[in-house]
Antibody, heavy 123, light 107 residues
Framework: QVQLVESGGGVVQPGRSLRLSCAASGFSFSRYGMHWVRQTPGKGLEWVAV????????FYTDSVEGRFAISRDNSKNTLYLQMNSLRAEDTAVYYCARDNGGFDLLGDIFDYWGQGTQVTVSS | DIQMTQSPSTLSASVGDRVTITCRASQSISSWLAWYQQKPGKAPKLLIYEASNLESEVPSRFSGSGSGTEFTLTIDSLQPDDFATYYC?????????FGGGTKVEIK
């Protein structure tokens, strides 16, 4: 069965960095686009970034462009989110999610999600 | 960015009721609309994609309709397991955006 397991969350001071990981299993990871989505009580669900199945393309929401970087290692079936220059408003539960389309045919919807990892940015 | 607006934000209903949730997009998104169900402490679950296609293993009491800017999620004969929060999401354009959610509560 498809499993996505996030790790790397925690409490970090403003301006510092954090890297999230998402270990995938139960499917051919290298065939699927992958996303990061975050959720806060106040702002609800917010899409953060997407990466193509082969890492050839990435897109970000405006508020993280230039600060966050999504990447993947298909040999390790792992997705990453490098978060730099963190701000209080980045505080959220971060989910990795599988795109429902394979290879170049991204559907840009999320058919499997991890359990989420909490990131808290606070001094 | 495309804004997604859901209504109502909260809905009180009883087991067996028919429930309808509306999602409006700030510009046309054709049929690029998905619906998710989320329970407290859990990740969202995909219910419907491309406005009206039921995801595998989702009960048939869930249905979706609409195109352009107005969409609905209908739950026929609400079951105890259906009390949750529901979100719409557009997949027409980056950045992908979600509605604010509709919480379905027990009446």
């Amino acid at each position: 069965q498809v499993q996505l397991v996030e790790s790397g969350g925690g409490v970090v001071q403003p301006g510092r960095s954090l890297r999230l990981s998402c270990a995938a299993s139960g499917f051919s990871f290298s065939r699927y686009g992958m996303h990061w989505v975050r959720q806060t009580p106040g702002k609800g669900l917010e899409w953060v970034a997407v990466i193509w199945y082969d890492g050839s393309n990435t897109f970000y929401t405006d508020s993280v462009e230039g600060r966050f970087a999504i990447s993947r290692d298909n040999s390790k079936n792992t997705l990453y989110l490098q978060m730099n220059s963190l701000r209080a408003e980045d505080t959220a539960v971060y989910y990795c999610a599988r795109d429902n389309g394979g290879f170049d045919l991204l559907g840009d919807i999320f058919d499997y999600w991890g359990q989420g990892t909490q990131v808290t940015v606070s001094s | 960015d495309i804004q997604m607006t859901q209504s109502p934000s909260t809905l009180s209903a009883s087991v067996g009721d028919r429930v309808t949730i509306t999602c409006r997009a700030s510009q046309s998104i054709s049929s690029w609309l998905a619906w998710y169900q989320q329970k407290p402490g859990k990740a969202p679950k995909l219910l419907i994609y491309e406005a009206s296609n039921l995801e595998s293993e989702v009960p048939s009491r869930f249905s979706g309709s609409g195109s352009g800017t107005e969409f609905t999620l209908t739950i026929d004969s609400l079951q105890p397991d259906d009390f949750a929060t529901y979100y719409c999401q557009q997949s027409n354009t980056y950045p992908l955006t979600f509605g604010g959610g509709t919480k379905v509560e027990i009446k």
